[in-house]
């Protein structure tokens, strides 16, 4: 029996550059925190496109969430 947990909402992101980026999740099964993969979307002047994904495995929602701000550092900053 699967009871659907709340899950936290893709989070917006501003890099040093002044571009704003948004980190959203891919989720596996219903019963986890754990996300089975990141993207990354950057705002455009009429909404977001796709900037990266990057699929994986992390332990924690905390531990996805630094790996999503990393990426997102790095993607926006090329």
Do not use: C, Q
């Not at 950057?42 to 999503?68: N, S, V």
């Amino acid at each position: 029996m699967h009871s659907n947990i709340e899950r936290p909402y893709p989070v917006d992101y501003l890099h040093p550059n002044g571009d704003i980026a948004k980190i959203d999740f891919i989720w596996g099964d219903p019963d986890s925190m754990s996300p089975v993969g990141i993207t990354i979307w950057i705002k455009e002047e009429h909404g977001y496109a796709k900037l990266g994904e990057e699929i994986g495995e992390w332990p924690t929602f905390g531990d996805a969430m630094r790996r999503g701000t990393d990426l997102a550092f790095r993607w926006l900053g090329r």
